[in-house]
């Protein structure tokens, strides 16, 4: 019944979702497809008898699945010796109505399980307009495996008690009539139920797949969600009490990735911003290093993947990871040997544009054979096509963005450590330039 539930839920929803803008392949993951043998009691029989439920459903446990009376023991492997029913008897729904069940408080004796039941009925039902065998293809597999063809337009339906007619028979181009209803002369119904009976946290599930294109999961499940707020406040779809629903797959495992990765990202950057300064020891070459280069590479990274249309997934935030790595490299390789040429204050502009063209072009070479090797090993990953591909092209791309912009960083840091030393020059020659006080005699 809370599979049946969940499922109608799910049918409600599925058509609610086809109106995300950006969803496409909107569909109900159906686990129907598998022949069950269903028997409904009869509660007021089972308390005339004193018989619990517990009780009928574990001597059909017993008698049905077994149960281990005695342990054979084979070296130091032991086997349980069970005891139940023969399969020619278990593969019979009509056996298994005659098993007995003991009955209760004491009392001796046992009663079939064919009085405990309450019994399917069978429904005579007239068709006009349409032949019985092409109403019965129309019909779900569940309802033909429960119908049986008597006349050209006439056909019987066994349901279980307490089902309706009008449930199970689906619309069909012709009209039908019911004619007389009597109960069966069987315990068992046949119908159609799940392949498997998903749970999850001890609660019964049921899964509408949606599927992203043109927008991030993420957009797409907030409009979503928003949109499913508003349908059960409306009272569009009604949920059973106890029901909740929660979004699953890629979403989910983007939220968690996302958060994950903040804290990552700021542990990394505070980490590089330390080891920069502990290998200037300057706040000042560390301040135009980060304000120099992370702007131009990230802005590269971004171009590219941009370029490739490709989301800001985990695996590029990682790549970006990666590229400030990189990026901060350089920029020490350039920032320390710039700061070791300024020990002592230039004399005037000629000389501070002699310390930074010399600082610049004997750092030059190292730091394009950085970028021309991270390059030459990272941009075949591109064309790669194996295990573990569509996880490195998205990583890649903005590590090798952010390295071909990264080449703008050997002019750069050059030019902003210029600019400083010329502004310090212009404040010292002012100080120098400036008269004192003249005292009128």
């Given at each position: 019944?809370?599979?049946?539930?969940?499922?109608?839920v799910?049918?409600?929803?599925?058509?609610l979702?086809?109106g995300?803008?950006?969803?496409?392949?909107v569909?109900?993951?159906?686990?129907?497809?598998?022949?069950?043998a269903?028997?409904?009691?009869d509660?007021e029989?089972?308390?005339?008898?004193?018989?619990?439920?517990?009780?009928?459903?574990?001597?059909?446990?017993?008698?049905?699945?077994?149960?281990?009376?005695?342990?054979?023991?084979?070296?130091?492997?032991?086997?349980?010796?069970?005891?139940?029913?023969?399969r020619?008897?278990?593969?019979?729904?009509d056996?298994?109505?005659?098993?007995q069940?003991?009955r209760?408080?004491?009392?001796?004796?046992?009663?079939?399980?064919?009085?405990l039941?309450?019994?399917?009925v069978?429904?005579?039902?007239r068709?006009?307009?349409?032949?019985?065998?092409?109403?019965?293809?129309?019909?779900a597999?569940?309802?033909?495996?429960?119908?049986?063809?008597?006349?050209?337009d006439?056909?019987?339906?066994?349901?279980?008690?307490?089902?309706?007619?009008?449930?199970a028979?689906?619309?069909?181009?012709?009209?039908?009539?019911?004619?007389t209803?009597?109960?069966?002369?069987?315990?068992?119904?046949?119908?159609?139920?799940?392949?498997?009976?998903?749970?999850?946290?001890?609660?019964?599930?049921?899964?509408?797949?949606l599927?992203?294109e043109?927008?991030?999961?993420?957009?797409?499940?907030?409009?979503?969600?928003?949109?499913?707020?508003?349908a059960?406040?409306?009272?569009r779809?009604?949920?059973?009490?106890?029901t909740?629903?929660?979004w699953?797959?890629?979403?989910?495992?983007?939220?968690?990735?996302?958060?994950?990765?903040?804290?990552?990202?700021?542990?990394?950057?505070?980490?590089?911003?330390?080891?920069?300064?502990?290998?200037?020891r300057?706040?000042l070459?560390?301040?135009i290093?980060?304000?120099?280069n992370?702007?131009?590479?990230?802005?590269g990274?971004?171009?590219?993947?941009?370029?490739a249309?490709?989301?800001l997934?985990?695996?590029?935030?990682?790549?970006?990871?990666?590229?400030?790595?990189?990026?901060?490299?350089?920029?020490?390789?350039?920032?320390?040997?710039?700061?070791?040429?300024?020990?002592t204050?230039p004399?005037?502009?000629?000389?501070?544009?002699?310390r930074?063209f010399?600082?610049g072009?004997?750092r030059?070479?190292?730091?394009?054979?950085?970028?021309c090797?991270?390059?030459?090993?990272?941009?075949?990953?591109?064309?790669?096509?194996?295990?573990g591909?569509?996880?490195?092209?998205?990583?890649?791309?903005?590590?090798?963005?952010?390295m071909?912009?990264?080449?703008?960083?050997?002019?750069?840091?050059?030019?902003?450590?210029?600019?400083?030393?010329?502004?310090?020059l212009?404040r010292?020659s002012?100080?120098?330039?400036?008269?004192g006080?003249?005292?009128?005699?």
């Open positions: 019944d809370d599979h049946a539930a969940l499922e109608r799910a049918e409600q929803i599925e058509p979702l086809r995300v803008a950006g969803a496409a392949d569909q109900m993951q159906r686990e129907g497809g598998k022949p069950y269903e028997l409904r009691l509660r029989r089972l308390a005339r008898f004193g018989i619990a439920v517990e009780q009928v459903l574990q001597t059909l446990e017993v008698a049905v699945g077994g149960m281990p009376l005695a342990w054979s023991v084979e070296g130091t492997q032991r086997y349980g010796v069970r005891i139940r029913y023969p020619e008897r278990r593969d019979d729904t056996e298994l109505a005659q098993v069940v003991p209760g408080n004491g009392q001796h004796g046992a009663i079939p399980l064919l009085l039941a309450a019994r399917p069978e429904h005579e039902v068709l006009s307009g349409i032949t019985a065998t092409a109403w019965v293809r129309a019909q597999l569940g309802t033909q495996r429960i119908t049986t063809v008597l006349a050209p006439r056909v019987l339906l066994t349901l279980p008690a307490g089902e309706e007619p009008a449930a028979i689906a619309a069909t181009t012709g009209t039908w009539s019911l004619l209803s009597r109960p069966g002369d069987q315990a068992f119904t046949s119908v159609i139920g799940p392949m498997a009976i998903r749970s999850e946290g001890g609660k019964r599930t049921q899964y509408v797949l599927r992203a043109g927008r991030g999961e993420v957009e797409v499940i907030h409009d979503a969600d928003a949109l499913l707020r508003r059960i406040a409306e009272q779809v009604v949920l059973p009490p106890g909740t629903w929660r699953v797959g890629r979403y989910e495992q983007q939220v968690k990735a996302a958060t994950t990765m903040r804290w990552v990202l700021l542990a990394a950057v505070v980490i590089m911003l330390v080891l920069i300064v502990i290998g200037t300057s706040w070459v560390t301040t290093i980060v304000g120099a992370l702007s131009v590479t990230t802005a990274g971004f171009i590219a993947v941009w370029l249309g490709v989301e997934t985990t695996a590029v935030v990682v790549g970006f990871l990666v590229l400030m790595g990189v990026m901060f490299n350089d920029g020490i390789l350039l920032g320390t040997y710039l700061h070791d040429q300024f020990r204050p004399r005037d502009v000629e000389d501070l544009h002699r930074v010399l600082a072009v004997r030059r070479r190292p730091a394009l054979m950085t970028n090797t991270t390059l030459l090993a990272l941009i075949p990953v591109l064309w790669s096509d194996g295990r591909a569509e996880v490195m092209r998205p990583m890649v791309l903005p590590v090798i963005g952010g071909v912009a990264d080449f703008v960083s050997l002019f750069s840091v050059p030019v902003f450590f210029a600019w400083f030393w010329e502004w310090r212009r010292t002012r100080k120098q330039e400036t008269p006080a003249v005292i009128a005699p």
